[in-house]
């Protein structure tokens, strides 16, 4: 049995992949054994390579090389998958001879999400085992999979029960070993061939998909290419390829920026002050404004479960907040995304008032009313002597000083700006502006809540447009000089 041992991903790095080959080899030499099995220890089987080491000098094996050498084992190599089998940890396991999956496994190849293809054998093994339309929807959406689905592709050829991978894994391998299964090879699998027509069809259209949606991304079309030589070329010939458009990928700016991306978005959740302090309890909304950005707003905590309070200054200002959320719900009826009784069970969580007043047990309010300094104290004044004890207050100001508007209240600990993006309930980044008077724990609140409004949030101090817009401001004014060089509008659009 082989391990991989490597917390706290099971990342492919250098050393486990040596420890991989050297398993297999001695495996491949012993007699006594009869199967080789290779399980992940911890939360997951393995999250795929070690992306530390992209851009870097190669380090020794590859993982191509790894995973052709378990393939070309002579005895049967079980995969046994718990947790994650993400990118190089789903190519490794596809080079194994058999693979099964506990319930609640989840696999995929999300590469492209990093610039990136799959540049293990990905690309040549999984249209050969589940078909070129199956694998490429794999790939270029990069979403990950439940057992059932694997099991229902033929990406697993079973779902283990309840005794975990271990066990689950052993009693497969010894399964075969008793049946003297074979040793199966996924590159001489023949799905991928066995309908060439279809098989080129569903190449063409993912290309006219990938032009409609991937924006000028680098490596969705190399995937649709490597995938292409696994239906036209030798399987040998296939890697060769492969491997070529995935050193052209990492080369790439475009991958150097989305790994960056990649580790941004988990450093920005790490903020020291916070570590030690627990989030208030939410289970309840309140927001205040019902435009574009308040309605935003509720959608977004809605959809996260909190019911919602909006108020208004008056009940006509009220119905139109309450007619800018129920949009954004018909919306996504009409398109097939939402059933009508979910937007019914949505809406029926929303409730309305004209007096603040109404908001006196909600656990946070979120203030999204006109960019006015005087306005917004106000606004802070009433929550004041309205709000609860304990309750969070946040504006969702884009530009104003909190030290302010905290100012306007008498608990400074309880106020922090949650600054939005418009459409509020569809863009990713929550600026969690914090004052130097709010309350450690109120501060974990806002990346709590952000957590389950699925977004990322980035601590942001005092200063004039936080971050988002200060690069904002840059841009604009790159594109103000343009301007003035003599470059149209349209020309700066399309470059853009």
């Known amino acids: 049995m082989?391990?991989?041992?490597?917390?706290?991903?099971?990342?492919?790095?250098?050393?486990?992949?040596?420890?991989?080959?050297?398993?297999?080899?001695?495996?491949?030499?012993?007699?006594?054994?009869?199967?080789?099995?290779?399980?992940?220890?911890?939360?997951?089987?393995?999250?795929?390579?070690?992306?530390?080491?992209?851009?870097?000098?190669?380090?020794?094996?590859?993982?191509?090389?790894?995973?052709?050498?378990?393939?070309?084992?002579?005895?049967?190599?079980?995969?046994?998958?718990?947790?994650?089998?993400?990118?190089?940890?789903?190519?490794?396991?596809?080079?194994a001879h058999y693979r099964l999956a506990i319930a609640g496994a989840r696999l995929g190849m999300p590469e492209v999400q990093l610039g990136l293809l799959?540049?293990?054998?990905?690309?040549?093994?999984?249209?050969?085992?589940?078909?070129?339309?199956?694998?490429?929807?794999?790939?270029?959406?990069g979403r990950a999979i439940g057992a059932d689905e694997a099991l229902g592709l033929g990406l697993i050829d079973r779902i283990g029960g309840g005794s975990g991978a271990l066990a689950e894994g052993l009693a497969y391998a010894l399964e075969l070993v008793?049946?003297?299964?074979?040793?199966?090879?996924?590159?001489?699998?023949?799905?991928?061939?066995a309908d060439p027509a279809n098989q080129r069809v569903a190449i063409g259209a993912a290309r006219a998909d990938s032009v409609r949606k991937s924006r000028g991304l680098f490596s969705p079309a190399k995937i649709i290419d490597?995938?292409?030589?696994?239906?036209?070329?030798?399987?040998?010939?296939?890697?060769?390829?492969?491997?070529?458009?995935?050193?052209?990928?990492?080369?790439?700016?475009?991958?150097?920026?989305?790994?960056?991306?990649?580790?941004?978005e988990r450093e920005v959740a790490k903020v020291p002050r916070t570590q030690a302090a627990t989030p208030r309890a939410l289970s309840s909304a309140g927001v205040v404004g019902g435009g574009t950005m308040g309605a935003g707003i509720a959608v977004a905590m809605l959809d996260a479960g909190l019911p919602v309070t909006m108020v208004e200054r008056d009940a006509e200002s009220l119905a139109r907040g309450r007619a800018n959320v129920q949009k954004v719900y018909d919306a996504l009826v009409a398109k097939g995304r939402m059933s009508a009784d979910a937007r019914r069970?949505?809406?029926?969580?929303?409730?309305?008032?004209?007096?603040?007043?109404?908001?006196?047990?909600?656990?946070?309010?979120?203030?999204?009313?006109?960019?006015?300094?005087?306005?917004?104290?106000?606004?802070?004044?009433?929550?004041?002597r309205v709000c609860k004890p304990g309750a969070v207050l946040a504006s969702n100001t884009s530009y104003l000083d909190i030290e302010q508007i905290a100012a306007a209240t008498s608990r400074p600990q309880d106020v922090l700006g949650l600054h939005f993006f418009s459409p509020a309930n569809i863009m990713k980044l929550l600026e969690i502006v914090v004052p130097a008077g709010v309350g450690a724990d109120v501060v974990a609140t806002g990346f709590e809540l952000a957590k389950r409004l699925h977004k990322v949030a980035v601590r942001a101090g005092i200063?004039?447009?936080?971050?988002?817009?200060?690069?904002?401001?840059?841009?604009?004014?790159?594109t103000d000089h343009m301007m003035e060089d003599g470059a149209s509008p349209y020309q700066i659009d399309r470059a853009v």
């Open 2 to 95: 082989a391990t991989i041992d490597n917390p706290p991903v099971n990342a492919l790095a250098s050393a486990v992949r040596r420890a991989l080959v050297e398993a297999v080899e001695a495996a491949e030499g012993d007699s006594e054994v009869a199967a080789l099995l290779i399980v992940g220890a911890g939360r997951g089987f393995s999250a795929g390579a070690d992306i530390h080491e992209f851009g870097q000098p190669p380090q020794s094996p590859p993982l191509p090389e790894v995973c052709n050498r378990i393939e070309a084992c002579a005895k049967p190599v079980v995969a046994a998958i718990h947790g994650t089998a993400l990118g190089g940890g789903l190519e490794l396991a596809l080079a």
């Open 118 to 141: 799959p540049g293990a054998g990905g690309t040549q093994r999984a249209p050969r085992l589940i078909g070129t339309p199956a694998a490429l929807d794999l790939m270029l959406s």
């Open 178 to 193: 008793a049946s003297a299964a074979p040793v199966r090879r996924t590159r001489d699998a023949s799905c991928a061939p």
């Open 226 to 264: 490597a995938v292409e030589a696994a239906l036209e070329r030798p399987f040998d010939e296939g890697l060769r390829l492969e491997r070529e458009l995935f050193l052209q990928c990492v080369d790439s700016p475009q991958r150097q920026g989305l790994i960056h991306a990649f580790f941004a």
């Open 345 to 384: 069970a949505l809406m029926a969580r929303l409730a309305g008032a004209t007096a603040y007043d109404a908001l006196s047990q909600v656990d946070i309010v979120v203030e999204a009313v006109f960019e006015d300094m005087a306005v917004k104290k106000a606004v802070f004044a009433e929550l004041d």
């Open 463 to 478: 200063c004039d447009g936080f971050i988002g817009n200060r690069i904002l401001a840059v841009y604009r004014l790159a």
